[in-house]
């Protein structure tokens, strides 16, 4: 029979540990800690998926512990939790991550300019306007933001997406963009904070969050069409909020001659990792667990074509949310009225992603 040698074994400790450290992708890690048990101890006991993860995507650091199957060791159960997180966060497919408004800085004229418009694509429906605006302002430096929930908990967004709004019912058609935007991710302060309705009672919840990533500032063209700003890396953003900060304002209203911001529509593309991962946040100390579910894990994946996840395939558009504008419209085709108007609800052109 032929003698088969382990070569790692032959080196020291630290010789083989920087070896398998130089692998980057968590499938390769998993293969290598099915080689040998010798192997296997390096991997795990070392946290390799770990610090692969973390080095990959610093906004992990924050989780302190995690929770997962308690038929395990700490070690495995970290070792099988991060190679399956770094899966997820690099080969879920993408989709459209915005789920709610949670509160805008100002509204002029609530609730027809609601942010709630912002959640539908078109930026007309029924010959009215579907548009949030912020109050208006002498100064152009006056800033606003709109906060939104995301689809899960835990999220690696890719790019932000903003559609300023062209009032075409004003003389000369005026765009009310900004001259640059902003983003910032991350968590509520208190879970009690979030049992109150900011929208309706047009209140800033701007200081009701931790905001653990703030990006770079994005030019805003003063256009009437979807822009998109991609981030410069993907980002976890942990905790499920988003906020969009306009900073600038270049269109005055000619009928009281002050500056506002108009927005049509926000969309956040990315990766929402719900089911199979969840983060929870521990008060007062504020630390955060990051749970995982194998079983829900392995059914998304199993899922996937030919058992490996879609990186580039996005709905045609994002998921349709009912907003003020078509509140009537919807009622009257739910109850069958027939009232001599075609309605078009669900297939109004407007920019898809491609």
Same mark, same amino acid.
């Given at each position: 029979m032929e003698t088969r040698i382990d070569f790692l074994e032959w080196l020291e400790p630290d010789m083989a540990f920087k070896i398998l450290s130089c692998l980057d992708d968590s499938a390769d890690l998993v293969r290598a800690s099915a080689v040998s048990r010798y192997w296997q101890n390096?991997?795990? /006991?070392?946290? $390799?998926?770990?610090? $692969?993860? *973390? /080095?990959?995507?610093?906004? $992990?650091?924050c989780i302190t512990r995690v929770v997962g199957p308690s038929h395990e060791n700490s070690s495995e159960r970290d070792h099988r939790a991060y190679a399956s997180l770094f899966r997820a966060l690099t080969s879920f497919p993408l989709t459209y991550c915005v789920a709610d408004p949670v509160s805008a800085s100002s509204?002029?004229?609530?609730?027809?300019? /609601?942010? *709630?418009?912002?959640?539908?694509?078109?930026?007309?429906?029924?010959?009215?306007?579907s548009y949030w605006s912020s109050k208006g302002s002498n100064d152009t430096e006056t800033p606003e933001t709109l906060i939104y929930s995301l689809t899960a908990n835990i999220c690696v967004i890719t790019e932000i997406n903003l559609h300023p709004f062209q009032a075409l019912f004003q003389f000369d058609f005026p765009i009310y963009s900004s001259r640059f935007v902003r983003f910032r991710m991350g968590h509520p302060k208190s879970c009690n904070d979030l049992n109150y309705d900011f929208v309706d009672a047009q209140e800033c919840a701007d200081d009701k969050f931790i905001w653990t990533y703030t990006s770079q500032m994005f030019p805003v063209i003063q256009q009437n069409r979807l822009q998109r700003f991609k981030l410069p890396e993907p980002v976890i953003c942990i905790g499920g909020y988003l906020q969009v900060e306009l900073l600038g304002r270049v269109q005055k209203q000619a009928s009281d001659d002050k500056y506002y911001f108009c927005v049509a529509h926000v969309q956040a593309i990315g990766r929402q990792l719900s089911p199979a991962f969840s983060v929870e946040f521990s008060e007062p100390s504020n630390s955060v667990s990051l749970k995982y579910d194998a079983a829900k894990f392995g059914l998304t994946v199993s899922n996937g074509q030919n058992g490996s996840l879609s990186t580039s395939v996005l709905p045609v558009q994002p998921p349709r949310q009912l907003a003020w504008g078509n509140l009537q419209e919807f009622m009257q085709i739910v109850e069958g009225h027939d009232d001599g108007v075609e309605y078009d609800v669900w297939a109004d052109e407007f920019d898809p992603i491609l």
């Open positions: 390096i991997v795990v /006991s070392n946290g $390799l998926s770990k610090q $692969l993860c *973390m /080095s990959t995507f610093p906004q $992990l650091a509204t002029d004229n609530y609730p027809q300019e /609601s942010i *709630m418009n912002t959640l539908d694509p078109r930026d007309t429906i029924r010959n009215r306007g």
